[in-house]
């Protein structure tokens, strides 16, 4: 058995193959992995993220292009909040985390903002490392200004930068994620904010990795500040999210995704997704990887139309929508279901094919009755 070390620059060299010669890969951010871990049974997504697949240019190359993904306006918005938000050495952030978090603490006067600067994502993360260690052992605030994570996602190291950290004086570890929709009068939009704590929820399992190898371990705390724009300014305010729910599905449904080795093991020496390829045999590439599509993956994958349009087209049940597929038990096209309710496939003693039956005799019933009604004039 090689070593490690030996193992894991095989791994990279084979996902640099996967991805195409000179394609530059796509970081993982922890948005991604967030929609990763909500759907750990598709393959196709773990090797294309894991292989660092720029989803987005080989949804155009297949012809299905999604408009999944920020605007430039939002983008460039949200950039200016940001710098707003962490102005004057984040004086107001760590005001904000003070009086959301940690009131009884001593009032943040100032911050130490470390440098974090280092080469590549390895450097980068190893220095964010050190810094946290160092402001532990200095017991005062400290802000760290997009610091690099690293995350082990199925085998292969994702790497992940939250908009800050912030180190309290008794040592614990705080998540902020600065998002530029608004907060009407103390609320905002629950599907943005659920977003936004399935996010942080990934940089909190990050941090957990990262002090777990420090004596004693710090505390990461699983209440998140979420910075908005205040009503319809751009002003900051805060609020705290707990995000223990959401930190325990992601890590629960991360260490369910199959390793990326193994996916990766099992496909053809030749095969690639350079989205330079001819379209048929991207296409072909492509579908030699198994996918698990349901409705949700539109509002989270660049590949969604895709899939969506071959699961349609192979009348998978899974188009219907996960919670369909599983009451639908061992159906698994829609003409299994058609056929089973018209009592010409499946086991009688199914519960699924019993219920289906069912309902066709319920529908029967109530179109005879509807007909015989029209059929009888009014008196």
Aim: glycine share 6%; proline share 8%; net charge negative.
């Amino acid at each position: 058995m090689p070593p490690p070390r030996t193992r894991g620059t095989a791994l990279r060299h084979r996902l640099a193959e996967l991805r195409g010669p000179d394609v530059p890969a796509k970081a993982l951010d922890a948005r991604a992995l967030a929609a990763l871990a909500a759907n750990p049974g598709c393959k196709r997504r773990a090797i294309l993220d894991g292989a660092g697949v720029n989803k987005a240019t080989l949804a155009s190359a297949l012809g299905a292009p999604s408009a999944f993904g920020q605007s430039q306006f939002a983008f460039t918005r949200g950039n200016a909040f940001e710098a707003k938000v962490k102005a004057d050495g984040g004086a107001e952030l760590l005001r904000l985390v003070h009086e959301k978090l940690d009131p009884g603490a001593e009032q943040p006067a100032r911050a130490h903002v470390p440098d974090l600067s280092a080469i590549g994502p390895e450097g980068r993360s190893a220095r964010t490392a050190l810094a946290l260690r160092e402001a532990v052992e200095a017991a005062d605030w400290t802000l760290l200004d997009h610091p690099m994570l690293a995350l082990d996602v199925a085998g292969s190291p994702a790497f992940l930068e939250p908009d800050a950290v912030v180190v309290h004086p008794d040592g614990s570890w705080t998540v902020v994620e600065i998002k530029s929709f608004p907060m009407l009068d103390g609320s905002a939009d629950p599907a943005k904010v659920g977003a936004a704590a399935r996010q942080a929820a990934v940089y909190v399992l990050a941090l957990e990795q990262v002090a777990g190898h420090l004596n004693p371990a710090p505390r990461v705390r699983h209440r998140v500040l979420l910075v908005c724009p205040k009503d319809f300014s751009n002003l900051p305010t805060a609020s705290a999210v707990d995000v223990r729910k959401q930190r325990a599905v992601t890590d629960r449904q991360l260490a369910r995704l199959t390793r990326i080795q193994d996916i990766a093991d099992t496909l053809p020496e030749d095969i690639c997704f350079s989205p330079e390829l001819p379209a048929a045999e991207l296409t072909e590439a492509v579908e030699s990887v198994p996918a698990t599509y349901a409705p949700e993956c539109l509002s989270a994958c660049e590949l969604a139309f895709h899939c969506r349009d071959r699961s349609r087209a192979a009348g998978a049940v899974t188009s219907l929508g996960r919670s369909m597929r599983a009451e639908l038990g061992g159906l698994t096209t829609v003409e299994d279901v058609l056929a089973a309710a018209r009592g010409t496939a499946g086991d009688p003693d199914d519960p699924a094919v019993a219920a289906l039956r069912r309902a066709a005799e319920l529908r029967a019933e109530a179109l005879n009755q509807r007909a015989e009604e029209v059929a009888t004039p009014c008196r």
